[in-house]
């Protein structure tokens, strides 16, 4: 078997060919203009994390991957696809992935709607495969919203709570890694135990994932993004790095205070990023990252000894080493 570039996953060729084939099958409609629509951004590519999670959780106990997984991570990999249709439209991006969003390629309109599409395939998806599996796919795309919500009420607020910057990263990031990794468990009729574990580590590894890449939004330059560093900032998305620095005290903390509350210009982005990145907020954000990994590591403690489970186990820690 081998791995996918970023995670080590014992995923195969067929596997993940399979899960892309799934995935242009499963937003082909009779109508011409909207499968074009709804394949616009599965099209652009992208890494299939959540799929790969549903496949590979499946195989902790040793068997092959089923069918029910792999339609299972494409129902959650819909979700995220419709997820980004939508954040595209009230960022007003114009790209994404390389390429131009729908929002800017089609219009507002077009790419609700067709992010509403995704939404109602992988609900039809995720309903034939069970009651439980349509459950919870409904209660993650509400724990989404949560966490987006919780995220814009505290936009350009220098004042918020971390527990407030876990709770939207938990909702918007790591739902969907947790529900990935328990339908894979699921459809397999793994004991409760063991479904259980995998959900604890798709939760934990998706916060490591999510700080990961707040992380790098702050620590890279544009060059090394392929995109403007700082971009959180600049929207008042203030991360851990960021919180951390302003709960510090001392000048530090005042004069990045002093710059936040409000849209930033080029120059006012520079020097608030190296505030953050002088005073300790990168550092205490790997050590916040670090602490899921272990949760993750942990959980995997609690699933039958095989390699899919411990290349789960190995996941976590390789994806902080990248940032």
């Given at each position: ?26 937003v ?19 890494k299939?994390?959540r ?34 249709y ?11 992935r ?15 709607l067709?992010g509403?599409?995704?939404l ?12 439980e599996?349509a ?7 509400g724990?989404l919203?949560?966490?987006q ?11 918020r ?5 876990l ?8 739902s ?11 459809v ?47 929207e008042?998305?203030?991360t851990?790095?960021v ?26 982005k ?19 990252a ?7 590591e ?8 095989s ?16 940032v």
């Amino acid at each position: 078997m081998s791995g996918s570039p970023l995670l080590g996953l014992p995923t195969s060729d067929a596997d993940r060919e399979r899960v892309e084939a799934a995935l242009r099958d499963s937003v082909r409609t009779p109508d011409a203009y909207l499968t074009e629509i709804a394949s616009h951004l599965l099209l652009a590519g992208g890494k299939r994390l959540r799929p790969m999670f549903s496949v590979v959780a499946a195989q902790v106990a040793g068997g092959p991957t089923t069918e029910a997984a792999v339609q299972g991570g494409i129902a959650c990999e819909l979700v995220h696809l419709g997820s980004l249709y939508h954040d595209d439209v009230m960022d007003e991006s114009p790209t994404r992935r390389g390429v131009d969003t729908v929002n800017a390629k089609w219009g507002n309109l077009q790419a609700i709607l067709a992010g509403d599409f995704l939404l109602a395939r992988a609900s039809e998806i995720a309903a034939s495969l069970g009651t439980e599996v349509a459950g919870l796919l409904a209660r993650t795309i509400g724990r989404l919203c949560e966490g987006q919500i919780e995220e814009l009420r505290h936009t350009y607020n220098v004042a918020r709570p971390v527990d407030s910057y876990l709770s939207s990263i938990a909702g918007k990031t790591a739902s969907l890694y947790a529900t990935a990794a328990r339908i894979g468990g699921l459809v397999s009729g793994f004991p409760a135990p063991v479904t259980d574990a995998l959900t604890e580590f798709g939760e934990a590894y998706g916060m490591v994932f999510q700080i990961a890449d707040d992380l790098l939004d702050i620590s890279s330059t544009d060059e090394e993004l392929g995109k403007p560093a700082g971009h959180d900032m600049v929207e008042g998305v203030y991360t851990y790095p960021v919180l951390h620095t302003l709960m510090s005290g001392g000048t530090p903390a005042r004069e990045l205070a002093d710059l936040l509350g409000s849209p930033l210009s080029a120059v006012e982005k520079d020097k608030a990023m190296t505030i953050v990145r002088s005073n300790g907020g990168i550092e205490a954000a790997r050590e916040l990252a670090l602490d899921y990994v272990r949760r993750a590591e942990t959980a995997c403690d609690r699933m039958p000894n095989s390699a899919a489970t411990e290349a789960l186990r190995a996941t976590p820690a390789a994806l902080l080493a990248t940032v």
